[in-house]
């Protein structure tokens, strides 16, 4: 398994050394439990590759697939930088003290107010993304006599096939400048007659649950050929290049995804290898990973309640949580691996599917999953649920959102309460 969680004497999951069994009695389920040794393993791996290559990068931890204050201080302490998407996640991110030069903002559409926070408080980039912001901006830099860094965002027309990236002539995507059609240079022309905003460089995010190398390669690629055009006409000299997140993780036994460093390492080479051939200086390089950082760190806990056995058809267990904190199995046909923390150790005699509490015939979290004999009062354990869970939880049928858990060497520390059935009606006004 390629997680990084291990059985105790009794047979029960721990996380970092510290026992499932006594987490879920403490703070209750469901219950989000992250292993911050983990963490900072997959952080590490990162800005440890680029460090032993000499290049000179920014590994930015993209906060949507978990930000909180606590996640964001480790992001800190790790020295990573952050993307932020939206005003609560800057919000977050300055709550927890994060160096504001290391912030970048993202969004495919900003609002004058968010890009006026950003603005106010000196983030180190804004990405970029169609010619209304660049208005907005602007206007905004001009009212605080200001100026802002930016990359600008391109879609290099690269498109996933199961398991291989093709160049495709244009880009159907909401995101971003379509290189094909002329829409990037455009906007790039139209950003270096700004006087007060700097254009650093390009970024582009190819896709998420990657697991090969070449969709990269053909970015980068693309990405060169275009900063060489722009050389040529403009005179532009590239200082950062950013090459987004996607990095794949496990999930289940199907998912093989590359060593951290491995990415890394074709990065830099290709990098290298176009910036010599296209005679343009070595960039900086950024990415952006989220999942690949938070994603297989992280357990939820549920405790198992009704099971329905439905002869020479399915049986079902059902836990006291579901799409309201995992989301993913019913968005995108998510799979998930699972084992029953407190008889981690037993033979798997019986299959099951895991069905969440809400009210969906949808909001199943595993199909036919192997198991011990399993009794209600079982702790049901499910791995890899530390990206694109909490923070893509909803209050579906008035389920108060489930506590986040960070265990470190052996000892555990509540960073996100649960919310209480008050903390549900707080914002209802009566109408009587
Ligand atoms: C979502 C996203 C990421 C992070 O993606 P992961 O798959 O979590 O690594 C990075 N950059 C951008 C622009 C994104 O939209």
């Known amino acids: 398994m390629n997680h990084p969680f291990m059985i105790n004497d009794q047979g029960h999951l721990t996380v970092d050394g510290v026992d499932t069994t006594y987490l879920a009695e403490k703070y209750g389920t469901p219950l989000f439990v992250y292993d911050v040794t983990a963490i900072r393993k997959n952080a590490r791996a990162f800005v440890d590759s680029f460090a032993k290559l000499g290049v000179k990068a920014q590994v930015a931890y993209a906060s949507k697939a978990f930000s909180s204050i606590a996640m964001v201080q480790v992001a800190k302490q790790e020295k990573l930088s952050l993307d932020v998407v939206s005003q609560g996640e800057l919000h977050t991110a300055l709550q927890a003290g994060f160096p504001v030069d290391k912030i970048h903002m993202h969004g ?70 379509d290189i094909a059609n002329g829409q990037a240079e ?42 060489h055009h722009w050389h040529k006409n403009y005179g532009f000299i590239p200082e950062v290049l950013n090459l987004g997140g996607g990095f794949g993780i496990r999930y289940t036994e199907d998912d093989k995804p590359l060593p951290l460093e491995n990415y890394v390492q074709v990065l830099v080479d290709e990098v290298r290898k176009q910036a010599s051939e296209r005679e343009l200086p070595f960039p900086e390089i950024w990415i952006e990973p989220g999942r690949s950082i938070v994603g297989n760190t992280a357990v939820t806990l549920y405790q198992i309640g009704s099971k329905k056995e439905i002869p020479s058809v399915r049986n079902y267990i059902s836990v006291d949580g579901g799409m309201m904190d995992n989301i993913r199995p019913a968005l995108y046909q998510a799979k998930y691996d699972a084992v029953v923390a407190n008889k981690a150790n037993q033979s798997l005699t019986e299959t099951v599917s895991v069905a969440g509490k809400s009210c969906e015939s949808g909001d199943m979290l595993i199909w036919d999953i192997e198991v011990p004999q399993v009794e209600h009062g079982d702790l049901l354990a499910v791995f890899s649920t530390g990206a694109y869970g909490y923070s893509m939880s909803s209050h579906y049928n008035r389920f108060p959102k489930a506590a986040v858990v960070f265990v470190e060497n052996g000892k555990d520390q509540l960073v996100i309460e649960r919310e209480s059935y008050q903390d549900l009606t707080r914002f209802d006004l009566s109408y009587e």
Do not use: W
């Open 186 to 227: 455009q906007a790039f022309k139209r950003l270096n007659e700004i006087e007060s905003i700097h254009v650093k460089g390009l970024h582009c995010h190819i896709g998420s649950q990657i697991f090969e190398t070449d969709g990269f390669v053909m970015a980068i690629e693309r990405l060169f050929e275009t900063m």
């Open 108 to 177: 495919n559409n900003k609002s004058y107010q968010e890009l006026e926070m950003a603005v106010e408080n000196q983030v180190g980039c804004i990405v970029v993304d169609n010619f209304f912001e660049m208005d907005l901006l602007q206007d905004i830099l001009s009212k605080h006599q200001s100026t802002m860094d930016v990359l600008l965002r391109v879609t290099p027309g690269i498109e996933a096939h199961t398991h291989d990236y093709i160049l495709t002539g244009n880009e159907d995507s909401k995101f971003g400048f």
